[in-house]
């Protein structure tokens, strides 16, 4: 990494100095020695103060209820506390800086330095951060849009936006999904300015940087590899986002240049609209999506009836109205939330999240030490939850797994096409996330709005709506909760195309197009053993590497999105 911590040790005064120095003149033994004893007494503190956050965390996400985000910050504070400890950290640095011998204890002791650096400016800082995003994430679960004075879930949403011809509903609707950012905005951008105070405190140039070099991951890395997806995409999306226009516009009955983000069907357009030959959800409209899901994973050698058993799969009030998985302990409490309704948007989630769940201390070896066992990187499990969720638009795969389809060409097809529209699509709106978030870390006292649609016209190709001036940035629930995240699902996609296209070469003996898994629990064996297996003992391109044979390129995902 180039960025070097000077500034950060300045601030951990002469106790930790005397601590540091001690230990840096140690032999390479005793130092590992102390390693194994720092590592003990992390797990024995802080895997339950782990734990309690993720549990609180659940029950909030859950039940949207005061007392249980009240919970859920208190345990994010008590392990923030723990992980701030200075002396512990001057500790975990001489080791870190000691470069043991033992490549596993090395690891671990990488792991952990990362985790605790972000932990080392004032609690009270930390509190304040906490309970800042704490409040926000609540306002996004107990928001629902509300049109003519009746609210809406987030599945009713999607379907008006996706089925509707009347271009005053559809806009009406896509305002109120968004008016969730005029709520936010205000404790956003506070949330901001404290994440960046935390960030220089630690000698960072801000908190983008920082997130990212926890991630183990460079800004400018990121930025030319996006700068390169940015070449490899511009020309086929545009011709692409031409012939979308002039389905749409013909769908409403208007020119293409009158089209608005609201014609989009997707309220940020960052899917694929539905405007192909066959109507995928007629499909899902009689399929048990979870009796599906258990057969499919079942049937790869990845059984997951005991994450289902755990999880909450339904709408409710109070709920959070997004997707996603977690794993509680380290092991084997894995639980997906869900909103399920009978469509293929719902059945590419859970195929997605129950991807998430396979890769986690499910199935990641007991072997392996607490500190790594979880994915190599988020990228990686996002990859292998994409490369999972595809399969929601083969009729191959539903025909396989014994459901019926009407007209499995035209679904086969229709499929194609989505998937080609979907990759192109969503690798413009990654550029938009990236983009955004590094510019407002860099500056959030400019016109983040005019920021946001800038970014929005130049890369997804939608235009604003005009005379709007609304914090429609402060819509997305990422910015608050998974900050400087967003990149990595695009170099998910990467990495799962990569991924799937060694599966069918090396495991399936087929084409990355004909390999649908189905029955094949040699591709279970495959994952446990070149993807799970390691955990978090190897770098996400080392792990790469391990399961394909090659660093993380570009060249599958291109493959993924030529023209069918």
């Known amino acids: ?87 512990r950290f001057a500790e975990l640095k001489a080791l870190h800086d000691a470069k043991l011998a033992d490549p596993l204890l090395r690891r671990q002791i990488e792991v952990l330095y990362v985790q605790y650096l972000e932990k080392q400016v004032e609690p009270d800082l930390l509190r304040q951060i906490t309970a800042k995003a704490n409040a926000i994430e609540k306002a996004f679960n107990v928001y629902r849009a509300k049109v003519d004075g009746k609210e809406m879930t987030d599945s009713e949403v999607r379907r008006v936006l996706k089925q509707s011809r009347d271009g005053q509903r559809r806009r009406q609707v896509w305002e109120a999904s968004k008016a969730v950012g005029a709520i936010v905005a205000k404790d956003l951008l506070e949330l901001v300015r404290l994440r960046n105070l935390a960030a220089r405190k630690l000698g960072f140039r801000d908190y983008h940087v920082m997130q ?9 890395a990121i930025l030319a590899l996006f700068d390169e997806l940015d070449r490899l995409t511009r020309e086929p999306f ?19 240049h009158d089209l608005r983000p609201w014609h989009y069907h997707d309220p940020f357009f960052q899917e694929a609209p539905a405007v192909y030959e066959a109507d995928l959800d007629a499909v899902y409209a009689k399929v048990d999506i979870l009796k599906l899901c258990r057969d499919f994973y079942a049937g790869i050698g990845l059984p997951i009836d005991d994450v289902l058993a755990r999880s909450d799969l339904y709408e409710k009030p109070g709920k959070s109205p997004h997707a996603f998985c977690t794993d509680i302990d380290r092991q084997g409490d ?41 994915e190599a990187h988020t990228l990686t499990t996002e990859g292998v939850a994409m490369m999972f969720e595809k399969f929601s638009k083969s009729a191959d795969w539903l025909q396989a797994m014994g459901v019926t389809v009407p007209d499995p060409v035209a679904f086969n097809r229709t499929g194609r096409q989505l998937r080609r529209s979907q990759l192109l699509i969503f690798s413009r709106w990654c550029q938009v996330m990236l983009r955004f978030e590094k510019a407002m870390y860099e500056n959030p006292d400019q016109d983040l709005n005019k920021l946001w649609w800038d970014l929005v016209e130049r890369y997804q190709s939608v235009r604003r709506p005009e005379g709007r001036h609304a914090p429609d940035y402060a819509s997305k629930i990422h910015i608050v909760s998974a900050p400087a995240y967003y990149h990595n699902y695009m170099m998910g996609e990467m ?14 003996k087929t084409t990355p197009d004909k390999a649908i898994y189905v029955g094949h629990p040699e591709v279970g064996a495959f994952m446990k053993q070149r993807v799970f297996g390691p955990g978090r003992t190897l770098s996400w391109n080392e792990l790469t590497r391990f399961a394909t044979g090659e660093e993380l390129t570009s060249r599958a995902f291109a493959q993924d999105f030529a023209a069918p």
């Open 495 to 508: 990495f799962a195309s990569q991924l799937h296209h060694t599966i069918a070469r090396q495991v399936l």
């Open 1 to 87: 990494m180039r960025l070097r911590l000077g500034m950060a040790l300045l601030v951990l005064g002469s106790v930790c100095g005397g601590v540091m120095a001690t230990l840096e003149r140690a032999p390479q033994n005793d130092m590992a020695a102390r390693a194994r004893a720092f590592i003990a007494r992390h797990e024995a503190q802080v895997a339950p103060l782990e734990k309690a956050v993720a549990l609180a965390w659940w029950d909030a996400n859950v039940s949207g209820k005061d007392e249980d985000f009240k919970r859920k910050e208190e345990a994010q504070n008590k392990l923030d506390a723990a992980l701030s400890d200075r002396e």
């Open 334 to 374: 894995v639980r997906v939330l869900a909103n399920i309704v009978p469509n293929e948007y719902w059945m590419a989630t859970m195929l997605h999240e129950l991807g998430h769940a396979v890769y986690s201390s499910k199935n990641i070896p007991a072997s392996v030490p607490y500190v790594l066992r979880t």
């Open 238 to 256: 545009a011709a692409l986002k031409h012939e979308l226009d002039a389905t749409l516009a013909k769908h409403y009955g208007i020119q293409p």
């Open 212 to 220: 990212l070099f926890l991630a183990e991951q460079d800004q400018q």
